[in-house]
């Protein structure tokens, strides 16, 4: 028996690790086994969009589009490469740059704005002078989530190719790569699809580009980050029993008695071996950058109320445009929130409703780092109005099903430590009988007050 079950143990966790190598391919495997049913239409698609010919080239459009409902693209910004498929170079850019020139030794009379094989492109800064910028572009490669700012979920920026032969037909740029800011997209080929079509004279005519090119880049979480990023600690009114985030949550560092920071474990690291910008984080028993608390306020008659607190543990990192979602049964009824923004996400495949939930401009739109006092944190009350029919205090109902920061999972604590009802049965030292009584006449108080 025992090895029939460590059989079937190896067999799950071979499947785990092909899926998760499954979604580093492009096409149909990406699409199957990288697929969010909590935000069925997310990708980032990549256009090149062909608006005139030269004599020896053409002149490019080139649009990201983030299709994320949830996930966007934070500081330090996109970084977008490929390589040519034949002797390109690129003679000028405007609304973004590429990183490095390479070697025009070969150019004499006028010099390319970069001669590199596989150029690495990036957005401009706001400040940027006016002749180098192009509409829709210089952010410093910020892009915003589309489902809290459609209007900043892309990014433009142009280019002129050349050094080709002349009467061209133009070559799809091969092997594109996304980096927003981190590892964790892969991106497919450039294929030629329908031309973008746009209208001019207030919409009295419409003029389309002569070729487009269009990629599709999916996010996988698996290439992101070897451990979580954040956890999820809950607690009650009714309980004083608060369970914390599950310990070694984002991985564990041994340090010495009296350490108040720690460098995570999985640190980004560049090509050439060296740390870039790890985490440092304030050493705790889950090793977290960010804990997300659920805590159940009050239960009143008509509506239960919630307060959703996010604290940053990291000593040198700022979250802007932070973003959280939360996956909870009770947000089908009407839900009202008091210190940040907030909208219901459509999902495919999921009985439980999802609720997206962001900072208000300029009051706790940036969520600041920890320091030695205290941590970097931003909060919210959140009321719900009372389905009898499915309302409940039992079985965990009150607690998230998931949570997510900035389009990462957050550990979840497992359903057996969640806070239990005083009556209900656990392991835990039974109260004392002389204090049940006025526990009780507490709770049927807390409940029947009528919420002002």
């Known amino acids: 028996m025992a090895l029939i079950i460590s059989c079937v143990c190896h067999f799950a966790l071979i499947i785990l690790i ?15 086994y990288c697929y969010d049913a909590l935000d069925p239409n997310g990708n980032i698609t990549v ?7 030269t004599s ?3 002149v490019a459009r080139v649009t990201i589009q983030n299709n994320y409902q949830y996930r966007h693209v934070d500081k330090p910004g996109w970084e977008l ?15 973004a740059i590429a990183t490095q020139q390479g070697n025009c030794s070969s150019f004499k009379s006028q010099i390319p704005h970069t001669c590199r094989r ?12 006016p002749e180098n910028k192009s509409g829709g572009c210089c952010h410093g490669g910020l892009i915003g989530a589309y489902a809290i700012n459609p209007l900043k979920s892309f990014s433009f920026f142009e280019i002129t190719v050349g050094n080709l032969e002349s009467n061209t037909p133009g070559y799809k740029p091969l092997n594109l790569t996304l980096m927003a800011p981190g590892p964790g997209y892969t991106c497919g080929l450039l294929v030629d699809t329908n031309p973008t079509v746009w209208s001019v004279i207030g919409g009295r005519r419409e003029e389309q580009t002569f070729r487009t090119w269009k990629s599709t880049c999916t996010y996988s979480s698996y290439l992101a980050n070897r451990t979580p990023v954040c956890c999820v600690s809950l607690s009650t009114f009714y309980n004083p029993t608060i369970t914390s985030c599950p310990e070694c949550s984002c991985g564990c560092k041994r340090a010495e008695q009296n350490t108040t920071s720690c460098i995570r474990e999985d ?35 008509d509506h239960w109320r919630v307060k959703l607190t996010i604290s940053n543990y990291n000593y040198k990192r700022n979250y802007s445009d932070w973003n959280v979602l939360v996956q909870h049964p009770g947000f089908s009824q009407s839900v009202t929130t008091f210190s940040f923004n907030s909208t219901m996400l459509p999902t495919v495949g999921i009985t439980d409703e999802v609720a997206l939930f962001w900072g208000i401009e300029y009051y706790n ?9 205290q941590l970097g944190s931003v909060t919210t009350e959140i009321l719900l109005k009372k389905d009898s029919k499915s309302f409940t205090l039992s079985n965990g109902w009150a607690f998230p099903r998931r949570i997510y920061f900035n389009g990462e999972s957050c550990q979840m604590p497992l359903p057996d430590t969640f806070p239990m009802l005083p009556n209900g049965s656990s392991n835990r030292k039974t109260v004392h009988r ?19």
């Not at 092909?18 to 199957?32: K, R």
């Open 118 to 129: 596989d150029p690495l492109v990036v957005d401009l800064m706001p400040d940027a002078a």
């Open 47 to 53: 256009t090149f969009d062909i608006l005139q010919w």
């Open 365 to 373: 739109r940036e969520l600041s780092n920890a320091n030695e006092r």
């Open 267 to 301: 640190y980004i690291s560049t090509q050439s071996g060296f740390l870039s910008n790890p985490d440092i984080v304030k050493c705790t028993n889950h090793m977290c950058p960010l804990q997300v608390h659920w805590h159940f306020k009050n239960n009143y008659r």
């Open 434 to 452: 002389y204090f049940i009584l006025p526990f009780l006449i507490y709770l049927t108080f807390k409940t029947l007050v009528v919420w002002l």
């Open 56 to 58: 020896d080239g053409y």
């Open 81 to 95: 490469g490929w390589t040519w498929a034949k002797n390109e170079v690129i003679w000028s850019m405007a609304g």
């Open 18 to 32: 092909l899926l998760a190598a499954m979604c580093s391919f492009s096409g149909i495997i990406l699409f199957l």
